[in-house]
């Protein structure tokens, strides 16, 4: 067993880290005073204290397990939406791009038109030509309207290409976006009749871990709500079961399991840091 850490530390700050045992900082006084909306103050015994510790770690526990029951939903909706926002962005993108294929395709139509209109031009220039050399030169226009017609018709046919992929990507993406629509649906009902039939349960249990935390003085109840909140299943308040720590399983000396037996103390655990209650209590 491992030697416990010579530091302590006092309920009120109890975390998951090893505390050393001492009477004044891992217990809290024996009986405290607890205000009614009356006026009245009643003195509320550590046993009850216990008791109301234990019992409202079972009604939070409960709450655990309905949020984590609803809590993935929630998850796969927000996923789903992420993935539809994607996809409908990344057709938005498509058609931007296939618009951009189409004017660059109307530009080299109309960059054949002219040339077909220069060769046009050239050709009856030709007819009426003083000498080779002019004959020559407007022939050599001819030919390059006739490279400049063939290149643009080059493009064309690859804008076409890339034009006909993406109509392609568009649709394979639309298939998929109607996909996950549908399932969104799905979750989103599924959500829907799991929280219908959760809420009133939970809003139950809340009020009822309400009412316990009012049998609680402020200072533990701070040390249980962190217990809580450090631990991995966020248990803060567990039984000595077989001799050992029911959170992390760590041996409990005799001397202890009796002071836990006694209810004069609220002891916590020398190595996880829980409140530790005795098994017959439960």
């Known amino acids: 067993m491992a030697k416990a850490p010579s530091k302590a530390k006092s309920a009120a700050e109890v975390d998951n880290t090893p505390v050393k045992e001492s009477e004044e900082q891992s217990v809290i006084s024996a009986h405290v ?3 009614h909306t009356d006026g009245e103050e009643t003195e ?3 046993e009850k204290k216990l008791i109301a510790l234990y019992n409202l770690q079972q009604i939070d526990s409960q709450i655990d397990k309905i949020r984590i029951i609803r809590g993935e939903l929630p998850l796969e909706v927000e996923d789903l939406e992420d993935e539809i926002v994607g996809l409908e962005t990344r057709i938005d993108n498509y058609i931007q791009d296939i618009e951009n294929l189409k004017g660059q395709i109307r530009e080299k139509d109309l960059q054949i038109k ?5 060769i046009k031009r050239y050709e009856e220039q030709q007819m009426n030509v003083r000498n080779n050399r002019e004959y020559d030169s407007l022939s050599k226009e001819i ?9 643009a018709e080059k493009r064309i046919k690859e804008f ?9 990507e568009i649709s394979t993406a639309q298939k998929s976006l109607d996909e996950l629509r549908n399932e969104l649906e799905i979750k989103k009902s599924e959500l829907s009749d ?8 939970e809003q139950a249990l ?13 200072r533990l109840l701070t040390a249980y709500k962190r217990i809580r909140k450090n631990a991995r299943n966020g248990l803060a308040v567990v039984s000595v079961e077989r001799d050992a720590c029911g959170g992390c399983f760590s041996a409990i000396p005799p001397q202890r399991q009796l002071d836990i037996r006694m209810h004069k103390k609220i002891i916590v655990c020398e190595y996880c840091g829980r409140i530790l209650v005795e098994h017959g209590l439960v």
Request: glycine share 0%; proline share 0%.
């Open 33 to 35: 005073t607890l205000s």
């Open 44 to 46: 509320i015994s550590i």
């Open 114 to 118: 002219e040339s077909q209109s220069q």
């Open 143 to 151: 030919e390059f309207q006739n490279l400049e017609i063939a290149l």
């Open 160 to 168: 076409t290409n890339s034009l006909n992929l993406k109509n392609d």
């Open 194 to 201: 799991i929280v219908s039939e959760t809420e009133k349960e």
């Open 206 to 218: 809340q009020a009822k871990s309400e009412e316990y935390q009012r049998y609680i003085e402020e």
